[in-house]
């Protein structure tokens, strides 16, 4: 064997120490443990005879190559060969190359200019060799190779007479498990490399035999790109001329015991096919960006829109095609903001093998999906909402990963991003896999990619899919079948640390992010800094506050004064958490029925229950989270294989609660007492909490410069004419909002625009005002400014 650099022989490599096994399993017995390629079988070496050449005056020794052991040769033509760079390529005087369809071969070396074309020596099987290279032209890599076979002629530049893309301190990172900027690295990478266009690949297989880029560049032959495995870190890579964006690709791996696997997806793959086929696709990232600038902190008002880009909106007209990046960049983001949202979240948009999964089985982490654009059609959808005043968060799935062959499971025949044990490493909800967060490299390919949506795309946030699977070991698991932490308790520890060093350096390098969890238990201090003990989320979802309330509204208002806790519970742990309150994509699918479906009478009824229930939402400290179609009483359950019902707004009580959803949004931005101190125990006060029998309740909700607003719920079908509510101060109170006013499609009763509040005490406040409170309805009374005010 030839050692690249000096030209001189050396022995065949030693057996590289075994890996430490982090399985928790013992290995096979046929299993290799070394994390190094498998050295292929070869003849002992033999000394050749030294060659002389005239260097001026004087004579040069130079040494030879040792011929290719038969083992070895017949490694190449079977494409087992785990380290090809050895053998391929110049080597001092000597030139190999191999291709499996080549008839014969020359090596071109004037490069793409003028020079000579050598006919090279066959050695079978589509192996040739220049013995020596001629003394007075230089090869090193300025030479080309040229090929006939089959009828045809091919010319390529030799991949195996380049050094190493990947430099030094980019092995210590990746080995050490801190690359923050993993993808820079790993993937594919169109560049120029010592002077060719091309692409460099990289891809972490540590328990591979061998792995070889296959695409349609070379027919899918993995005996044509064996790559270069790089020491310790378990990456191997190649650079391979020529190959530009668009190309389709994926990695064949031989795993311990040179066991055949399914070809595999780039795992920091760009780019990907359009399902179903499952190829990575050579894509440019776009420019790495800021994230929008947005002030994320608790005090700005946050009213998110959920999206699922592929059953938004879809052109019914061109066989019902899903919109484009582009074409959501203009009418998705205008309607967002027109509605007056202040962030879009998007249901996962990281590439995704099966529709019906709504993106939350990702294969792809570091793909925008294909389904509707590339990635810089995506950055420009981003760029467009920010642009807008729209903030974008992403919905990302670090919880679990699906069993397709070509994705991440068993990658290199080992489980390597996902815990050995299925007690530990299979979701029995969603038939997934769960990634090992105690395995340093794993931890570092999700934080990077979390890293990397927020700095290459700029994206605003993340939320964090299924946080609670994350926490507990036990999680859906009946007794016995799971296994215990360290201390025999049922934390995932390794999740938990993981969570909390995600979010350290998310708002240590951008700080504007927000990070915001789906996390339905009571996990103490979710949305706590981490060095105060905290997960270091910046919110959490309000799951238990949207099941009680839920539940209360779709029970017959009859029953109602029986379940009257169902809505004051939630103020009692309010402020514990910074909590979003959800309506998700959850809430409307696997049979739970629509939203307006949800609620309870005949048709005027239910439209004025979601109005009620929605008014209740706003008026509530929390943050606010709506999914597409709830804004229009969308009637039917939601399909992701289908458009929403646009239709329906023809019909004036649907358009009326698009209406209301509207000014919401519009009255929650503008009043500095309904989202400055959202998340705070300040901000809020019980004006009736305790009016049970007739199904109403009040409170007051406030800012640190004295604006007031009364939020005043009357939850059953029977108007309260002359209730008098006690308010903290006497005067003016505007009317602001009216959840039964006729242009929202009710009734029309209320208050004429405003009421005076005099100085009769009531419900221990020294100031009332006697109100009409409309039948199911919410009103928000705005105190006018101190200066109007009265006694």
């Not at 040494?63 to 038969?70: A, I, K």
């Amino acid at each position: 064997m030839s050692d690249v650099r000096s030209g001189k022989t050396k022995r065949p490599a030693k057996k590289a120490p075994a890996a430490q096994d982090t399985s928790g399993q013992p290995p096979a017995a046929d299993t290799p443990k070394s994390s190094a390629p498998a050295p292929v079988a070869k003849a002992a070496p033999r000394k050749a005879p030294a060659r002389k050449r005239k260097t001026g005056t004087q004579d040069a020794d130079l040494p030879s190559h040792s011929p290719l052991s038969d083992a070895e040769a017949c490694a190449l033509r079977e494409g087992r060969h785990g380290a090809p760079f050895d053998v391929l390529g110049l080597h001092g005087r000597v030139l190999r190359a191999f291709d499996p369809g080549a008839e014969r071969m020359w090596c071109l070396t004037g490069g793409k200019g003028p020079g000579a074309a050598i006919e090279m020596v066959p050695s079978g099987g589509g192996l040739f060799v220049l013995d020596p290279v001629p003394e007075d032209v230089t090869l090193a890599r300025q030479y080309r190779l040229r090929a006939e076979g089959y009828g045809g002629r091919w010319e390529w530049a030799d991949p195996y007479g380049l050094p190493p893309v990947l430099g030094a301190l980019d092995e210590h990172l990746i080995s050490e498990g801190r690359h923050l900027r993993l993808w820079e690295k790993l993937g594919a990478h169109p560049c120029t490399h010592e002077g060719l266009t091309g692409t460099a690949f990289a891809v972490w297989a540590p328990n591979a035999r061998r792995v070889s880029v296959v695409g349609d560049f070379n027919q899918w032959d993995a005996r044509r790109h064996p790559m270069r495995a790089r020491g310790s870190t378990g990456v191997w890579e190649i650079f391979l001329p020529d190959i530009h964006e668009g190309a389709t690709y994926k990695y064949d791996i031989l795993g311990p015991g040179e066991v055949r696997l399914p070809q595999k997806a780039d795992p920091v793959g760009f780019g990907a096919e359009h399902a179903p086929a499952t190829a990575s696709v050579v894509r440019r990232l776009p420019q790495a960006r800021k994230a929008g600038n947005r002030a994320q902190d608790v005090t700005q008002p946050v009213s998110i829109y959920e999206v699922h880009l592929g059953s938004w909106r879809r052109k019914v007209e061109e066989d019902d095609r899903r919109l484009s990046y582009d074409e959501l960049a203009q009418e998705l983001v205008g309607y967002a903001r027109d509605m007056g949202f202040t962030h879009l979240e998007l249901l996962p948009v990281s590439e995704f093998p099966f529709d019906g999964s709504w993106g939350y089985q990702p294969v792809g982490l570091y793909a925008p999906t294909v389904r509707h654009g590339t990635p810089e059609a995506f950055a420009a959808f981003v760029r467009a909402a920010q642009e807008a005043g729209l903030g974008v968060i992403l919905d990302w799935v670090p919880g679990h990963f699906p069993t397709d062959p070509h994705g991440l499971g068993w990658f290199d025949g080992t489980a390597l991003y996902q815990y050995a044990d299925p007690r530990e490493g299979f979701h029995r909800d969603w038939n997934t896999l769960i990634y090992d967060y105690d395995r340093r490299e794993v931890r570092n390919f999700l934080m990077a990619n979390a890293l990397y949506w927020l700095h290459v795309y700029g994206v605003d946030g993340l939320r964090v899919d299924a946080v609670a699977s994350m926490l507990y070991r036990d999680y859906s698991r009946p007794a016995g079948e799971w296994v215990p932490n360290k201390d025999g308790g049922r934390e995932n520890y390794e999740a938990i640390s993981f969570l909390q060093e995600m979010n350290r350096e998310v708002y240590a390098q951008v700080p504007d992010a927000m990070t915001v969890a789906e996390e339905s238990t009571s996990f103490p201090g979710v949305s706590r800094p981490v060095h105060e003990g905290g997960l270091g989320f910046g919110y959490k979802w309000n799951m238990g506050w949207m099941n009680d309330t839920l539940d209360y509204f779709h029970r017959d208002p009859v029953h109602r004064q029986h379940h009257h806790g169902q809505l004051t519970f939630g103020l009692v742990y309010a402020f514990s958490e910074n909590f979003v309150l959800p309506i998700s994509h959850d809430e409307v699918v696997h049979g739970k029925g629509s939203m307006i479906d949800k609620m309870p009478g005949d048709g005027w009824k239910k439209f004025a229950n979601l109005r009620a229930y929605y008014g209740f939402m706003w008026g509530h400290p929390g943050k606010k989270l709506l999914f597409m179609g709830c804004e229009f009483a969308q009637g039917r359950e939601w399909n992701h294989d289908r458009s929403l019902d646009w239709h329906l707004l023809d019909h004036p009580l649907h358009a009326g609660m698009q209406s209301l959803v509207r000014d919401l949004n519009r009255i929650y931005r503008e009043t500095p007492a309904l989202h400055r101190d959202d998340l705070g125990a300040d901000g809020f006060e019980w004006l009736v909490s305790d009016d049970a029998q007739q199904s109403v309740l009040a409170f007051l909700r406030k800012d640190d410069a004295g604006g007031l607003v009364a939020v005043i719920c009357n939850l059953t079908p029977v108007e309260r004419c002359g209730y008098r509510l006690g308010l903290p101060v006497a005067g003016r109170w505007r009317e602001i909002l009216n959840t039964d006013a006729a242009c929202y499609g009710g009734s029309g009763g209320g208050n004429m625009g405003e009421v005076i509040a005099g100085p009769e005490a009531s419900h221990g406040r020294p100031a009332s005002a006697c109100l009409t409170l409309p039948p199911l309805s919410v009103l928000f009374l705005k105190a006018a400014p101190q200066p109007e005010l009265s006694a």
